[in-house]
């Protein structure tokens, strides 16, 4: 819906979102806390990968039911809602003794983090029309300031007051997310037009009730039962989303990326230290890969206007750039060298972070939904990866193993998207004389 009457006030809705994104950036810096926790608990490095990726695989694969809370009470309720799960979340991993506790806070963290994300997305589809490549390629490119911003902060804090004890001033700052919040109310209008939606509903239920009462009394109710079941679930997610071929096609490279993206951000401050690299300098290379991801997420909407406006085209190139850094973080033991390969996965990762969004609204005819089901597979993809980067790690006992299980991943979402360029391309057809 758009509200012409409230157009001042949707870009101060903008504006919070964009506020609010950076804060939900910074406060996911996995890959800081790492090494801190495998020594203070003394687990393997796959328990521990598999406690920190609860918030990543939480954050995306509970999109869908984020999207129904969502639709059913609104965003400001949701992300308020969200917020005091987070800080509960940090507060109990303040006081945590056991990887059991440890668990328990990352999962309050994890799916508190899940319904604030996806709200900020939601509120721009609520408000924009016209400006909404504009608006969401401003949200995408700060992420990239929160992901620069992230390693120092949580360093500072973890260097100044223990690691443990950051966890209490990140729940501070992301009290913040309940102003955010505050703001995003409904569009002024917007109930009169949900009361005509309801009035609608009342009508198309009533009628098919009657539709249901017929029915019944030709079959039998408990043979429907099932089948009612999952209409209902069906509908509610949106599973119809799933018929076109180019969303599934999101789906699925989603899905590898989750394992790519993340495995990544969670072993290299790990593997740095392994080459020979500062503490200090392990950590920061995150800032690298945060402060290149935005001119990444800059890059593809300079191109987009001037050069090139083919999005799955933009996005082969993408996996072409991460491929090669990913190729060049696998054959080389220089720390400097992986400094720079860094910068360009960044670079990359911004790029598709950037295309992502824009293209669930071209091939979507719901875009909440859509984006929380790309979200979903991404987070499932996070879920099932990192461990298995930890396992590597433990199996090889170092990270060359891990690191080529990633290039490889992004070698396949090549292929899938090339396959899928070449089979979407109109065909000529054959003259007959």
């Not at 902060?153 to 992301?174: C, D, E, P, R």
């Not at 249901?212 to 599973?239: A, F, M, S, V």
């Not at 006992?397 to 396949?412: D, K, V």
Request: negative net charge; aromatic residues 16%; charged residues 15%.
């Amino acid at each position: 819906m758009v509200s012409k009457l409230d157009v001042g006030y949707a870009w101060i809705v903008a504006i919070a979102s964009w506020v609010a994104t950076v804060i939900i950036f910074m406060v996911t810096s996995n890959g800081i806390y790492f090494p801190y926790m495998i020594d203070y608990y003394e687990e393997s490095s796959t328990k521990v990968a598999m406690a920190l990726t609860l918030i990543h695989s939480l954050k995306y694969s509970c999109g869908v039911f984020a999207a129904i809370m969502a639709k059913a009470f609104g965003c400001r309720v949701v992300m308020i809602s969200g917020s005091f799960m987070m800080m509960c979340g940090c507060l109990l991993m303040t006081y945590s003794t056991s990887i059991f506790e440890v668990f328990l806070a990352f999962s309050l963290f994890g799916f508190g983090i899940c319904l604030d994300y996806y709200t900020t997305f939601f509120i721009i589809d609520v408000y924009f029309k016209k400006h909404f490549t504009l608006v969401m390629s401003i949200k995408v490119s700060v992420t990239g300031i929160g992901h620069m911003m992230a390693p120092y902060i949580n360093q500072m804090l973890v260097t100044k007051f223990g690691w443990q004890h950051s966890y209490l001033l990140l729940s501070a700052l992301i009290y913040h997310l309940v102003l955010c919040g505050v703001i995003f109310r409904p569009p002024k209008g917007s109930s009169d037009e949900n009361l005509e939606e309801l009035a609608l509903l009342e009508v198309e239920h009533e009628h098919n009730c009657l539709e249901l009462e017929i029915q019944n009394r030709i079959t039998p109710t408990d043979e429907n039962k099932g089948l009612n079941w999952l209409q209902y679930i069906y509908e509610i997610c949106h599973l119809r989303l799933f018929k076109k071929h180019s969303f599934v096609m999101l789906v699925i490279i989603a899905l590898i990326q989750g394992a790519t993206e993340e495995g990544v951000e969670v072993i290299m401050p790990d593997d740095m230290l392994e080459r020979g690299a500062s503490l200090h300098s392990s950590q920061l290379i995150l800032t690298a890969y945060g402060a290149s991801s935005i001119f990444g997420k800059s890059f593809q909407y300079i191109v987009s206007k001037f050069v090139l406006n083919d999005l799955l085209i933009q996005l082969e190139l993408t996996y072409f750039f991460s491929f090669l850094s990913l190729l060049i973080c696998s054959i080389t033991n220089t720390a400097n060298v992986v400094y720079v390969a860094m910068v360009f996965f960044g670079f990359s990762m911004g790029w598709y972070s950037a295309i992502t969004p824009l293209l669930v609204k071209s091939v979507s005819d719901d875009f909440s939904f859509g984006i929380a089901w790309v979200d979903t597979s991404f987070g499932v993809g996070a879920c099932i990866g990192v461990p298995l980067v930890g396992y590597l790690r433990d199996k090889s006992g170092n990270f060359w193993f891990s690191e080529l299980a990633l290039l490889c991943f992004t070698l396949i979402n090549m292929v899938i998207i090339f396959g899928f360029i070449v089979w979407k391309r109109p065909r000529k057809q054959s003259q007959t004389f």
